[in-house]
């Protein structure tokens, strides 16, 4: 047996790679159950805090799955996802399944409301998207990522949370669909 001591930064630097390999080959794909509670009631009013949408209720929650998609325009792992997230909600369309973006900026610029609608245009997320500047829907949900998405049974309960970029044919995205099909079903 050989046995090697680390001490000091190689020590540091051992554990730091263990825990890179250890976050990026888990298996993210499985939801984090939620306790079932009420979807918190939409945080925005004002027209100007909402693109794509009039401002929403919770009302919106009744009779369909919803996938709440939290997002920034300046995180990467946000701009990977969008294509799955397209391409979902394109393969749904004809279900009872919406997306609703609450857009909740990392930085100041973040919340400039041309910026978002430019973003949202580029990367064609066409669903309603609520600007959550004071990070009041953030705090509602209790949220601490980005991307992170939500899925809301039909009856407007938070059901599922899935954390991270998503991709198309992943495990996760195999995961996040299997879940809304269950709650469709219900």
Request: some cysteine; proline content about 6%.
């Amino acid at each position: 047996m050989i046995s090697i001591r680390l001490t000091g930064i190689a020590a540091k630097a051992l554990i730091m790679i263990a825990t890179i390999v250890l976050i990026t080959t888990m298996p993210f794909a499985a939801a984090k159950p939620l306790d079932s509670r009420p979807a918190p009631e939409f945080t925005q009013t004002s027209p100007d805090a909402w693109i794509n949408s009039p401002p929403l209720t919770r009302d919106i929650f009744k009779g369909k799955v919803t996938l709440v998609d939290f997002w920034t325009f300046g995180c990467w792992n946000c701009y990977r996802s969008f294509p799955w997230l397209n391409a979902l909600e394109k393969r749904m369309q004809t279900r009872d399944f919406q997306v609703i973006g609450i857009h909740t900026p990392e930085f100041d610029h973040e919340g400039v409301r041309e910026s978002v609608v430019s973003k949202s245009r580029e990367f064609g997320l066409e669903h309603p998207i609520m600007m959550d500047n004071d990070f009041a829907y953030w705090n509602a949900m209790n949220n601490r990522y980005w991307p992170a998405f939500y899925l809301v049974d039909k009856e407007g309960n938070l059901r599922h949370l899935f954390v991270g970029e998503t991709h198309e044919e992943s495990r996760k995205a195999e995961s996040i669909e299997a879940a809304i099909e269950a709650l469709l079903a219900e």
